[in-house]
């Protein structure tokens, strides 16, 4: 059984922005917001070397490999869960920085492994594709 798969994406958008993005736009974004949120510590390639991890008690990730630490599948929900900051993580002596009430992007919604409903920001989401379509790298 794959792990979480996107069931359904709703944006909640502005007035006056009507257009939902297409998967290339939406990994673009993802990209774009993990060069923001999470290259200072995890690098702009996503392999644990940013400039502040020389500064953290703790190794920082290599995004690449979560797949390949997963028996091969992309953990979609947990990446969520720890950028919007339901499941903590330690960093420096403390948790990683949660991400999620910083983030927008509307509302998303995606199926747990379980069958259950999990509620995101659709920023969190394209993240995490955008760390998907990294694996292996």
């Known amino acids: 059984m794959k792990t979480a798969a996107l069931v359904l994406l709703s944006l909640s958008l502005s007035a006056g922005a009507a257009m939902a993005q297409d998967a290339s736009g939406d990994i673009q974004t993802g990209e774009a917001l993990f060069q923001s949120y999470c290259a200072g510590c995890h690098g702009v390639e996503a392999k644990g070397e940013g400039p502040l991890a020389p500064l953290l008690a703790v190794p920082v990730a290599d995004l690449t490999g979560l797949a390949a630490r997963n028996g091969g599948e992309f953990p979609l929900i947990r990446v969520v869960e720890l950028i919007d900051g339901r499941q903590l993580l330690q960093g420096h002596g403390g948790?990683?920085?949660v991400f999620g009430p910083m983030l927008g992007?509307?509302?998303a919604v995606l199926d747990g492994p379980d069958?259950?409903?999990?509620?995101?920001r659709g920023d969190v989401v394209r993240i995490a594709e955008y760390l998907s379509a990294l694996q292996g790298r």
């Open 95 to 97: 948790p990683m920085p």
């Open 105 to 107: 992007g509307g509302a």
């Open 115 to 120: 069958g259950s409903v999990v509620q995101t």
